[in-house]
């Protein structure tokens, strides 16, 4: 029988895969992301360990919404999906929130159907010639969207990539983490990180980060707080979900 060729799981799977990578014998062709949001540097970090292209497929109950192309771009199957936006209070960037219909779907229709995730859409046409458009970032979940207070008291909104970019982009030695806003002012981060990693060094950058995003949308961060517990996978889904509000 021919090995597997083709390794298929949510990004934190993958990732726990590639830190034994050493322990596949055989070549991996393809990587397949799904069901948790994939990000940049973990896209990279599982190319880099696996020698490997990541392919992404988002898809829901309500539809085979995006798939990668061959340039490695994520887009909307317009052919069988039409996608709506609307807004979504992005202050830094162009986020948007996104109405869906299933174009083909007869059973159980989806009509302009709300999604409750967040995505930014690439204005520039892709390399590989279609005329799909792009979802350049999957923010996350709307319920997700960080909370914070302006200086008069007025809402503000820190977006998920926004706070998963000062987390991942803090340090080679993060292996996984997880951030959880409690309150307002009180955002817990849960760090897994490298053996022999500084983590007074990690954790300093870290939080630096976070004001920065935070001032840029001029918002106030007072508590941030690192806990000892590990991340953890939503109780319902199983997913692990990396940036999670709690109110």
Known sequence: AKKLNILAGPPSLLSLIARHR??????????????????????AH???????????????AEGFIASTCRKGKLHLNEDTVLVEQEDADDTTGKAVKVVVTDLYRTTQPIIR?????????????????SCFRVIKTIHGRADDIFILKGAAG?????????VRRSINQASDAILEYQAIQHATDTVEIRLVLAPGADRAAVEKTVRDNLLWRAQRVSGQ?????????PPERNPRSRKLIRVVRRF
Not at 32 to 43: G, K, M, N, P
Not at 221 to 229: M, T
């Open 22 to 43: 050493d322990a596949i014998a055989h070549p991996i062709d393809t990587l397949v992301s799904y069901a948790e949001v994939l990000d940049d540097q973990t896209r």
């Open 113 to 129: 159907y709300s999604l409750n995730d967040v995505l930014e859409i690439d204005p520039e046409p892709c390399a590989c010639g």
């Open 46 to 60: 599982l190319e880099a360990a696996f020698g490997a292209p990541v392919v992404q497929i988002y898809q829901g």
């Open 221 to 229: 961060l007072d508590n941030i707080y690192f806990g000892d517990k």
């Open 154 to 162: 007025e809402t503000r909104y820190l977006f998920p990539d926004y």
